[in-house]
């Protein structure tokens, strides 16, 4: 049966659709580029702030629109929206055929097998994903586990996907295995909080027990990327470690939110503001090359503008790379939704304001600081008749961070390393020339 399918969301719930996607080609079914070659339109969808409730109510509404003009006979929804409404989705959305929860994929693929008899393929290969349509096969996350039990007051998440589920570490060594074989040169561990990973296994955070495992198996020129640890549990042991492998990227996305310590706590997260610039300046110490990224809420119920101001200090004092900001909005059955000393929204879109032109400059100086380096790119798009090819450094996450423009390597494959030397910047962005093949080093 032809299927088309809509994945919305973070880089986790991408994950998810891989999965589901790799069970339907297993089943025998076919996932299509074209909603009009397809029988059922699938969404897997994200309810993490009402923005993404929005335009996933929307994206449900086109696939609608293409059942009534006939191009489509079902519509199936799953994932976190569901989790979240499923009662109210139920009650408006009479369009859908199929509401199932997140990871519930037999209950998708019992509803299709119930359309039409599917002969299951011979045997299931590799990793058990199919990409997402356009996702680089060079390029692939690996999602350690599911749920949070931080309960940070502002998030949903705990009450999307409940609590902390991590994935054995013999079975994401596998996968890494499986995703590497597949053409993958860049891993990226994605989970609600990395820093946590196993402590329902095995009574004891595990991270660094499946970095070991990864650094050891995975084939050398493999770059590992570690993305959302909550900085309350960085420790300098932890970093010293990251400074030892051969393929764990000298990159963290730490999450801070904010630094002022009555803020955090009423965020219920630990009021550890020096901690954490303790644990920036650590990182800064042992490599002043080592590549940061954060995410900052401005307008969180209560904050002053001296609070605020912290924030901008704390940017300045830790040297940070990038930086993701947004603009507090109350959640539905959160905690932090029923604190009465709500900032104005203008108020908080100011300081959001602010801190981005900030951080604009500082990003600006961060990247000036490699202009004369020689950098490994992997090469992500060429441009043949320009002679030039765009990629990432390993100070470059996808999707979210900058890129890196090198002339002279026209003729480079697409996930497959060049040397380049930096000769320019821009606040995001580095421009350099080709002067060799690159093997990954970091």
């Not at 996968?175 to 609600?192: F, N």
């Not at 912290?310 to 905690?335: C, H, K, N, Q, W």
């Amino acid at each position: 049966m032809n299927i088309f399918f809509v994945s919305m969301g973070c880089a986790k719930n991408g994950v998810d659709s891989e999965n589901l996607m790799g069970r339907l080609a297993f089943e025998g079914h076919t996932v299509v580029a074209d909603p009009e070659d397809a029988r059922v339109g699938i969404i897997n969808t994200c309810a993490f702030i009402q923005d993404a409730v929005k335009e996933n109510i929307d994206a449900i509404l086109d696939l609608e629109l293409l059942k009534e003009r006939g191009f489509l006979e079902r519509i199936v929804v799953v994932g976190c929206i569901v989790n979240r409404y499923e009662a109210e989705l139920r009650r408006e959305l009479d369009s859908v055929d199929l509401f199932a929860r997140a990871e519930d994929w037999d209950a998708v693929v019992n509803y299709l097998a119930g359309l039409e008899h599917s002969e299951a393929s011979a045997s299931r290969t590799g990793c058990g994903r199919v990409p997402l349509p356009g996702t680089p096969r060079w390029s692939r996350y690996l999602k350690v586990g599911e749920g949070c039990d931080t309960f940070c007051s502002y998030c949903s998440i705990p009450l999307i996907r409940g609590r902390l589920r991590s994935l054995p570490v013999e079975r994401l060594v596998d996968e890494a295995l499986a995703l590497c074989s597949e053409g993958a040169r860049e891993l990226c561990l994605v989970g609600q909080d990395l820093t946590v990973y196993g402590r329902d296994l095995y009574g004891a955070p595990a991270i660094e027990r499946l970095l070991r495992k990864l650094d050891a198996a995975l084939p050398d020129g493999t770059w590992v990327r570690l993305l959302y640890l909550h900085p309350d549990r960085l420790t300098p042991a932890f970093v010293d470690f990251l400074m030892e492998s051969g393929k764990i990227l000298p990159y963290l996305d730490v999450p801070v939110q904010h630094i002022d310590d009555t803020i955090l706590s009423r965020m219920n997260r630990a009021p550890a503001g020096e901690h954490i610039r303790r644990m920036f300046r650590y990182l800064r110490e042992k490599n002043p090359l080592f590549a940061l990224r954060t995410t900052i809420m401005t307008g969180f119920p209560g904050e002053t503008e001296v609070q605020f101001r912290r924030v901008l200090d704390f940017l300045v004092e830790a040297e940070i790379d990038r930086v993701g900001a947004f603009v507090y909005s109350p959640e539905e059955g959160t905690r932090a939704a029923s604190f009465p000393d709500l900032v104005p929204r203008e108020v908080g879109e100011e300081r959001y304001a602010r801190l981005m032109e900030l951080q604009s400059e500082l990003s600006r100086e961060r990247s000036a600081l490699f202009v004369g380096r020689e950098l490994d790119v992997l090469v992500e798009e060429v441009d043949e008749e320009s002679g030039e090819a765009w990629g990432r450094s390993y100070r470059d996450a996808p999707e979210v961070d900058g890129m890196v423009c090198v002339s002279g390597a026209g003729d480079a494959e697409l996930g497959t390393f060049v040397r380049a030397r930096i000769t320019d910047c821009e606040e995001y962005d580095l421009f350099g020339e080709a002067v060799g093949r690159g093997k990954g080093d970091v």
